[in-house]
């Protein structure tokens, strides 16, 4: 009989382990007060300032001092701010404020920081969920699709029509001449916005189950004086019309229906036309996404929303990390036998697929 290894732990493996945890807990309570620092505009008002007291910082934001003071010891604590305590002045390096300010545009980490807090909202029926399945329906996301398009917006304001659309050749042209184009998911509806306003000849239709993001598409199209987009509250996995161009930015992991929309929008495509879904980039291998930059994220923003609101509704909860693999496979299943996968340089979160019916 062989002798059973005592399974003790390494005591040098659980002390890095336990250091490890420790980071773990500080930079998660950094990330919930950089979501704070955003959505009050902290972050904006610091980089505008040299170093300043945390009465000159609140007084600048128009914030309660005693909040902005606390506010300020974690920063400095956490390595974000500066701390000069012979004349009390908290600065934002420069460098910092690239990647914090709304200035920083797609590169802004603290907007993405926002997530956490929704995550915490909905933790007890996530919960109840692991104990009994189902899922959270999107009904308890008050703040989601705010912060999301929020999110998205940036990246789309940034890159839509002068990096994303010529991923696709020709397409650029395509829609200067003048096509029909659907996006299906369309949330707020900022990315047919800016494509309706960048190409006047081409048409626009937006889709998507929710009324408050159909109803604050319309309002930015009226706004901007469009009459080449409009907006439809519609269930996708049930197309009408046909397009020369369907578009689905980081929806189709989202769905209830998936493989249903996927053959819809195939069906919904004229010859010739194209599908672009901009999706996760992962791997459907676990074990290939171990190191992915944004891993736990992805898989957490999975359990805390994308696959919990996708069985919520009885469906497939692909989960935010389904991956090119899952994704190659059930375009082809939908019809599609020409796929190329695009991405865009400096984007670790999206991989664009070009799709083809043949
Ligand atoms: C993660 S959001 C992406 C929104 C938008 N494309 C963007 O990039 O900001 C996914 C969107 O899919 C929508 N959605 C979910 N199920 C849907 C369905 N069955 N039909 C249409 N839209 C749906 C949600 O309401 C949500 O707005």
Known sequence: MSERTPARPDPVRQEEFTGRMLQVLNDSCLGHLCSLGHRVGLFDVMSGLPSATSAQIAGAAGLDERYVREW?????????????????GYRLPPEHAAVLSRAAGPDNMAAFMQYLAMMGDVEDEVLAAFREGGGVPYSSYPHFQDVQAEETARVYDAALTGTIVPLVPGLTGQLRSGIDVLDIGTGQGHAVNLLARAFPGSRFVGMDISAAGIA??????ARWGL???RFEVADTAELTGSYDLITAFDVIHDLARPARTLAAVANGLRDGGIFLM???AASSELSEN??????????ALSVFYCMTVSLAEGGAGLGTAWGRQAALRMLAEAGFGEVETREVPGDILNVYYVARKR
Not at 72 to 88: K, Q, R, S
Not at 216 to 221: L, Q
Not at 290 to 296: D, E, N, S, T
């Open 227 to 229: 009459d080449n987009a």
């Open 216 to 221: 604050t598409a319309r309002a930015e199209a």
């Open 72 to 88: 300020l010891g974690g920063m400095t604590v956490g390595g974000i701010v500066e701390y000069a305590p012979e004349d009390g």
């Open 290 to 299: 171990i190191g992915h930059p944004l891993g736990p994220t992805l898989y």
């Open 278 to 280: 901009g999706d996760i």
